[in-house]
């Protein structure tokens, strides 16, 4: 086996390779030499028979031990034939069987325990004989196949069927000829002797019957019914858990209940096993289901003794929901009886008047009972509840005479915003319907007998806040406040109010003309009803005559004054006397004008790179002629400003840059009446993939030249400029697939043709 195979089989039997290697050990088995054997030539694969009676070998007899079952154990329910069908009892599980549904590694036999007195030696035990004082030995001895064990110097020393005491009295006889020091009656010895244990025997025993592996098992001497039992997997679900039996030399043994091991853990019936013993499981018994409200539902086998009192004591007893009056019992028509009955089902009702009188229940069951235990009913006795606008919402238990009053008071009383004139009794009636009472919550509180009405269990009581019957409405206010929105309108709440709340006036903000909009119902197809107010400087100490109050969703629009402007800046930077941010004089106010403002352009200014940005609605830059601009006023580049535009005049610049599909894209010197074809060449010349036609000056300004309009027009680019050579797009060339369809569909008309003319013949 490999080591993956092992580490998985291991896992499939519930152990540990350290497990794995005690147990070994214990069982003197070499797993080095185990696992180095041939695939073909492991235990697993050759045929396993049980050593005959009375073998000393213990190791062999040992690896027979089927401790570890061939496939892991599942704990799965047992499904029980005859009820697997039967409505409420296929849920259940056969009671019991659960305990050998473990690796029976859990139940073997431990090794390690002191002698019992009762232990009888027998043939495969060892025994350890020490002597020590005036003469040491220590001997390890097996008890041999005719039951006696070889002492040196001694002989054959009859141990078989003998205690450990018994042994070691008749070692110490035989050995005080030879050591008169041992002997003890004279008062003087001076060596002493001592007989214990040594390693175990093997005991051949058999589990048959309705168990699941019936077959011959080698445990320890140790080994009891139980263990066996284990080993073999238990009983099927046909077997008996009330009477297994083990049969020793011809003669049963008292048989063993499990069901006092399972229910009150008492081991007391079970034997410990000899050579030879025969485990032996019966069919199964009579066996009733139990479900419903137990501690412990399942289908139990009963003795023939046993009635439904024993049967409810098994099961755990009753739950505290249980209701123990009657007892539902579904039988099978026993076969004697069938021909009486036209069905082979009946139906059994049990009445009984305490839960004393049904656990000393003498009722007898018979095979394939299913028993029923009800619970109780969910309907309450004394209860009323009540919720809503009260302090303490809750259920409070109803006593004789209470009142709506009462549950009110108990329930700490209304909260503040309780609407007093109406509230909600609800009444259960007996088709589990309710029924609606209507009371004045206020004339109940005050004892009020029309409205503070008598409660019966069961009864609701509902009180509701005054917001449900008059909801809190909103006005809104926009414009020129600081805090425009929607806020609740309160009680005798004016537009100085809400102007307050929404944070006084802006600046600008203006007196005149406030527009209040009030919805108007009185009308079809018209909307609201306007009124227009003025204000004075301290509005919110307006006085009566000057207040207007404010309806629910009013809308009120406070306008700003037209003459009142913010500042409007512009910024100025670059080569001027004076720059940085101006404000705008008056609306209208042109380029030409700011920058005589800001102290003219500065020596060696360069209005031709000079630029103009503007930044409302992200427009960017705007192409201007600075110079025209400013010698001439009225020219459409000296253009309007705007609040936002940034004005930059340009220092003197004394190169061309050329970028794109250029072997030397860089910054050439100006020369002086040179055009762009000079500096193109002067950056080393066109790249094979550059696009000749499409080449694109632009100015220092921003403004765009066409390179075929100043080759000619303007040969001269100034400095500044800058020269882009873009890359030449390749289109893509559609003549062969035209070519392709066209003649797809020329050769489909011809076949076309052909169809017709052959149609037509």
Do not use: C
Not at 29 to 41: A, R, V
Not at 425 to 453: C, T, W
């Amino acid at each position: 086996m490999t080591p993956e195979e092992i580490d998985r089989k291991l896992k499939e039997y519930g152990l540990t390779r350290e497990e794995a290697i005690r147990r070994a050990k214990e069982l003197n088995i070499s797993l080095d030499e185990f696992l180095q054997k041939p695939l073909g030539g492991t235990a697993s694969d050759q045929p396993v028979n049980l050593p005959p009676t009375g073998t000393t070998t213990v190791a062999p007899a040992l690896r027979v031990q089927q401790s570890v079952p061939d496939s892991p154990r599942v704990k799965t329910r047992m499904p029980v034939p005859g009820f697997s069908n039967r409505h409420g009892a296929d849920t259940l599980a056969a009671f019991g069987f659960e305990i050998f549904q473990y690796p029976p590694s859990a139940s073997e036999a431990v090794l390690n325990l002191a002698s019992p007195p009762s232990y009888l030696l027998g043939p495969g035990d060892e025994v350890i004989v020490t002597v020590w004082g005036e003469t040491r030995m220590n001997y390890q001895l097996q008890v041999n196949r005719e039951g006696n064990v070889i002492v040196p110097e001694v002989g054959p020393v009859s141990a078989n069927g003998t205690t450990l005491a018994e042994f070691r009295s008749r070692l110490l006889r035989r050995m005080e000829s030879i050591y008169s020091g041992l002997d003890n009656r004279r008062g003087n010895a001076n060596t002493f002797l001592d007989v214990s244990l040594g390693k175990l025997r093997t005991l051949q025993v058999f589990v048959l019957g309705q168990v699941t592996k019936p077959g011959g098992y080698a445990i320890s001497s140790f080994g009891t019914a139980f263990n066996a039992l284990y080993l073999a997997g238990g009983p099927t679900s046909d077997g008996t858990m009330r009477e297994v039996h083990v049969r020793r030399k011809g003669a049963n043994l008292s048989p063993i209940d499990l069901y006092d091991y399972v229910l009150r853990g008492d081991n007391s019936q079970d034997h410990r096993l000899q050579d030879g013993d025969v485990v032996f499981v019966k069919p199964a018994g009579k066996r009733v289901a139990i479900l419903g409200s137990v501690l412990r539902p399942a289908i139990y086998e009963l003795k023939e003794s046993e009635s439904l009192g024993d049967l409810i004591s098994m099961a755990g007893g009753l739950r505290f929901d249980a209701y123990f009056d009657r007892i539902h019992i579904e039988r099978v028509v026993p076969f004697a009886a069938r021909a009486e009955n036209a069905k082979d089902l009946i139906d059994i009702d049990l009445r009984f008047s305490s839960l004393q009188e049904l656990g000393r229940s003498k009722h007898s069951l018979a095979d394939g009972d299913v028993v029923s235990v009800f619970r109780i009913t969910n309907f309450l006795q004394n209860r009323v509840s009540i919720s809503g606008n009260v302090n303490k919402p809750g259920q409070f238990e109803l006593v004789a005479g209470m009142r709506i009053r009462d549950v009110i008071l108990a329930a700490d009383s209304f909260q503040r915003n309780t609407f007093s004139e109406r509230g909600t009794l609800f009444r259960m009636l007996e088709n589990l319907r309710r029924e609606v009472y209507p009371f004045n919550p206020r004339l109940a509180l005050s004892g009020d007998e029309q409205h503070n009405l008598l409660l019966r269990n069961e009864d609701s009581i509902v009180v509701y806040p005054e917001s449900q019957f008059f909801p809190q409405q909103t006005v809104t206010i926009a414009g020129a406040v600081r805090a425009p929105g929607t806020y609740p309108r309160n009680e005798n709440m004016t537009v100085a109010d809400l102007v307050v709340l929404a944070g006084g006036l802006r600046e600008g903000a203006s007196l005149q003309n406030w527009e209040i909009s009030t919805i108007d119902t009185t009308t079809l197809g018209v909307y609201s009803k306007l009124t227009r107010i003025n204000a004075s400087e301290d509005y919110w100490n307006a006085t009566d005559g000057q207040q207007h109050k404010l309806y629910d969703f009013d809308y009120v629009f406070v306008p700003f004054d037209p003459r009142f402007t913010q500042n409007k800046l512009i910024q100025i930077t670059g080569y001027v006397m004076n720059p940085g941010v101006y404000a705008l004089r008056y609306e209208g106010e042109r380029l030409a004008e700011v920058i005589a403002r800001a102290g003219e352009p500065r020596p060696r200014a360069y209005l031709e790179g000079s630029r103009f940005v503007r930044r409302t609605n992200n427009v960017g830059t705007i192409p201007l002629d600075f110079r025209r601009a400013l010698e001439d006023q009225e020219s459409r580049d000296n253009i309007v400003l705007k609040e936002g535009d940034s004005i930059h005049i340009a220092f003197h610049d004394d190169v061309v840059t050329v970028s794109g599909e250029v072997f030397a894209p860089s910054a050439i010197l100006y020369k002086k009446g040179e055009n762009v074809d000079y500096y193109i060449r002067q950056a080393g010349g066109f790249k094979q993939e550059a696009d000749e036609s499409r080449v694109v000056a632009f100015l220092p300004s921003g403004k765009k030249w066409e390179a075929g309009w100043f080759f000619f027009a303007d040969p001269e680019l100034p400095p500044g400029s800058t020269v882009i050579v873009p890359k030449e797009v390749e289109k893509e060339d559609k003549t062969l697939p035209l070519i392709r369809d066209f003649a797809t569909i020329v050769a489909s008309l011809a076949a076309l043709t052909v169809a017709l003319v052959q149609v037509t013949k």
